[in-house]
């Protein structure tokens, strides 16, 4: 069955009668976060969860909070201030992500080997590996500059 729009319909819901859902009455969304101050308490959560359990994610927070006190030591510009803070947002953010396909992994197959839930785990560290080290390569072309000149 073909949905109005570009969009396929298999990334669509639909109901039984062929009809995609109203979006503006999502039922089940208010049973999970009926405010936006909820949605928020979960979202902090999960930050939560992810900063007390995953290693590398304490790790890259430090590492942006020294390249972000380098930044502001070296009077960098607030562009490129933006720019460092934003790459290593990005990081933090896949790490997050990949915390979530962990653990969504972990659930399904449990104490169980798949080769699957193997190549989905690796894909998703893989996916913040690339970013930390572009993060790790933008952070350089823009603090390496001005840290040489201060010691020269």
Known sequence: MKVKGSVSPLLIPVSPTGEPPSWSNRSLAWQIAPNLRDSFKYAWAGVRYTFSTQRNFRIHVAIATVALSLGLFLQISAIQLAIIALTCAFVMALELLNTAIESVVDL????????????????????????????????????????LRLFA
Request: net charge positive.
């Open 108 to 147: 399904t197959v449990k104490q169980t080997y798949h080769e699957l839930a193997k190549i989905a785990k690796d894909c998703a560290a893989g996916a913040v590996l690339v970013a930390a080290i572009a993060s790790v390569i933008v952070a350089a072309l823009i603090l390496l500059p001005p840290l």
